[in-house]
């Protein structure tokens, strides 16, 4: 008997000791199998989550951000307990004594999946599991996935401590609203720091892993209330809050950014425009998309916050001035369904929906409304985060052609602006649109190129196309500088004595016959005046007289152009370029002929605070010097390319200071401190600029359609972009000042006669009177015009092309002379930009 009880435990004990190493054979094996080839978790020990790019302005203000992933990576040690010991407690209550995976909650997991059928499948991940699924493995729910899972993470509890792994799970987990880690998702549900949540604050945190869809804080309101209400009471549990904190806290109301209980961290950035997604597609560009948008950057813009509302403001009025003009009514293309109007709650719910500019201030804020009811002397609207409803009177649409019915039909969505009366309050709404007709605007310092404002259109949120960057058109007239330039490095004076009569030119395209704006002819004319009053056919002449492949290498050294096609039109600006680049060349006409780089960006650093990019790189002497005198300014070190000679910039800056004092800008421009500039207006007024500058700022203007085509009489780059210029400039100079344009060295001044370029006597004066600055050793010779090598006429009506080698001019004393070789004409396009 007792052989046979021996005998049958014996085997029992046999069964079950085979059974069990059968088993572990088994799990061995599919640990083994699976085991294999699994990703390097080594890696995560230097891993670098992707974080938000930060824009800062000078102030050290924050203006935008960028990021794939909106991520704020925060180290283990500057997370508070609270937060972890709330995730802990929702996610893994075992975690720090666990080795990677918790068999009991595996077998808990399983047993409740048994008796459910499998209608009840929980998850039973630990945290570090967690952290292996969401770097290395993917999100499917497979029993191969849970066995990596579980392997990985054994591996990954030998290679990091407790808190890295902690540290990678709080700052990579997502937790909903485009929010990833804690610090982020604080920020986007409470406006808060870590530091700053409440025990009940951090539990809603720990609630959002398991289905941050579902526990959304107001579509699933009820059921992230129960989910919070759980977390904390497993905190109490597990003895990290007490029991008067838990009946305190579980008492809360659930509060949210979402709910409007908060307001929106986003609420105290300005809203993105045309200077910092400009910084966001230069540093793609220079860094890479990838490190911009993962990268933690921190960005410290050029940007004047002032100046930027300035610009925004001056290019807005001159571009809302034109649209008036016409008194075309072109609205938002935004029509509500009729259904939806009936119902307040209904047609409020479909404008907030409404894709339509919500970004622009002109006279006060503009809102979305929707028209409710269209009459003969008013217009009914609902107007966006105001209560009931406003109307705008018919004396309010004078501008437009027609009356409303004409225009407007019911459920139109439209832009109103309110009109107050003395005490603040609302009187009636005014009818607004964005202009067909658009523009840039860009300004910058002229010694280092900081870009203090970039406005690139009417408004961001209708076009995010930046016409101060990435619109390539015909600058016209506002490039005459550069043939001018040309010319005075080559000899020619202010004074030098150019002939403005017709020409003729044959071209494959048949016979150019360009033509000063006003179809007049003026006969022998000093530079000066020919810049002063835009004469084309001078500037034509010039630029044969010094050569178009020399007139395109200054335009290529300034910038302008990569590669200057040399046409005798594009002396006149036939050829395309943008604002950014001309309002930098100018740049150096106004700060003595330097090189200057233009940049938005100060600097950059990465998310060590390690500067990666400086944009003054000049040397400072005497910064670290002990002996430096008090008061007394350091010097600074400067290798800056000398890209014109300093007399040629100061005679170029003083001659465009004509252009403002008399010539086609003295209209418009009128401000405190020396200033010059040129206008430019391209055949037909397809487009129109002014270009201008004090002696430390730089300003330039640009408007036209996007498609390009004429903007009818009237339109000239004085009389619309002129005074853009002046309203920011106004501005700019209160806050900067200005001073004389500085007189370099090596020269002399000698007064001549403006109109004719006779030399005065030194005690001339009068209108007619200009002291012009000559070179030191280059005594102009006063009596000869040149004419480019075109013939001229004894009657101006109309010239002839010449046809023998030599060119012609006019003496002093009346008679003609032939001076040299014709110079090749070359290829030439239409053009006659004025």
Known sequence: ?????????????????????????????????????????????????????????????????????????????EIPDLVKQAFISAEDKNFYSHNGYDARGIAAAAVEAVRSRGDNVRGASTITQQVMKNFLLSGDRKAARKVKEIILATRLEETLNKDQILELYLNEIFLGQNSYGVTAAAQSYFNKTLGELAPHEAA?????????????????????????DYVLREMFENGYISDAVYKVEV?????????????SFRTTLPPRDYFTDEIR??????????????????????????????AADALRTGLQKYDRSRGVWIGTGVTLEEEVLADEASWREALAQAEVPRDITLGGKWYPAVALEVGDKALIVGVEEQTGTGSVPRDDIKWMKGSFKDNITR?????????????????????????????????????????????????????????????????????????????LDSGYSPATIVIDAPIEINTPQGLWRPKNSSNKFYGPTPLRTGIERSRNLMTIRLAQEVGMPVVAGYAERFGVYDNMGTFLANSLGAEETTLYKMVAAYAMFANGGERVQPTLVDRVQDRYGRTIYRHDDRDCVDCASPDLPAGQAPRIATDREQVMDPITAYQLSSMMRGVVERGTAS??????????????TTNDSRDVWFVGFTSNIVAGCYMGFDQPRPMGRGAYGGTMCGPVFQQFMKVATEKFGGGPFEVPEGGHFIKIDRYTGARLPDSA????????????????????????????????????????????????????????????????????QY
């Open 1 to 77: 008997m007792l052989r046979f009880i021996l005998s049958f435990f014996g085997s029992i004990f046999s069964t079950v000791t085979l059974g069990i190493a059968m088993v572990a054979l088994t799990l061995g094996a599919i640990f083994w199998i699976y085991g294999r080839d699994l990703p390097s978790h080594e890696s995560l020990s230097q891993y670098q989550p992707p974080t938000i790019s930060r824009i800062y302005s000078g102030e050290g203000r924050m203006i935008d951000e960028f990021a794939k992933e909106r991520r704020l990576f925060t180290p283990s040690a």
């Open 251 to 263: 008492q809360q109301p659930l509060r949210s950014v979402q709910n409007g209980d908060f307001p």
């Open 765 to 832: 004066s009068g209108a007619y009177v200009v002291a012009e600055y000559f070179r030191d050793g280059a005594e102009p010779i006063f009596g000869l015009a040149f004419d480019g090598g075109f013939a001229m006429g004894s009657d101006l009506p109309l010239l002839e092309e010449v046809q023998q080698s030599g060119r012609q001019v006019t003496t002093s004393s009346g008679g003609t002379a032939v001076l040299g070789p014709k110079a090749t004409f070359g290829t030439v396009t239409s053009g006659g």
């Open 204 to 228: 809603t945190l720990a609630s959002m892993p398991k289905a941050p869809g579902k526990f959304h804080p107001v579509r699933g309101k009820a059921r992230l209330k129960e989910r919070r």
């Open 667 to 680: 209209s418009v421009i009128n401000l405190p401190v020396p200033t010059a500039g040129k206008t430019g």
């Open 411 to 487: 459920g139109d969505v439209v832009l109103v602006r309110a009109v107050t009366a003395d005490d603040g309050s609302i009187k009636h709404w005014s009818l607004r649109q964005v202009p067909e007709v658009q523009g840039g605007f860009v300004a910058m310092d002229v010694n280092t190129g900081r870009v203090l404002a970039m406005q690139g259109g009417f408004s961001y949120q209708d076009s995010v196309f930046n016409r101060a960057t990435q619109a390539q058109r015909q600058p016209g007239s506002s490039f005459k500088p550069f043939v001018y330039a040309a010319a």
């Open 281 to 310: 597609r230069q540093l793609s560009e220079n860094f890479g998309e990838g490190e911009f948008f993962t990268g933690g950057l921190s960005v410290r813009a050029t940007i004047d916050a002032e100046m930027q509302t300035e």
